[in-house]
């Protein structure tokens, strides 16, 4: 099973299990995809600074996360016979 980890630019690395065990048995739709995001950032506090928000690291880690289940399902339907 594929694992999800965010650092969402903060100083640890976590596994996102709550978002992967949201996927199982899902039709992956963009749905699925946006509330696995939420998910994988659900708890994590980074820090607000010059660059940004703590917030819009947290928006744009769920996009991140989205972004890359949607690529890699597209990716693994490409490669099925």
Avoid: Y
């Avoid at 640890?12 to 699925?32: I, K, Q, S």
């Avoid at 506090?45 to 940004?52: R, Y």
């Avoid at 690291?57 to 016979?81: F, N, Y």
């Amino acid at each position: 099973m594929p694992r999800l980890r965010c650092s969402v630019w903060i100083k640890c690395l976590r596994r996102a299990t709550e978002a992967e065990n949201a996927l199982v048995g899902t039709a992956v739709t963009d749905a699925d995809f946006t509330a696995a995001g939420h998910l994988a950032t659900e708890g994590l506090q980074p820090s607000d600074d010059l660059h940004a928000s703590g917030a819009l690291r947290l928006r744009i880690a769920a996009a991140v996360v989205r972004r890359a289940l949607t690529a890699a399902v597209a990716q693994a339907t490409e490669d099925s016979p």
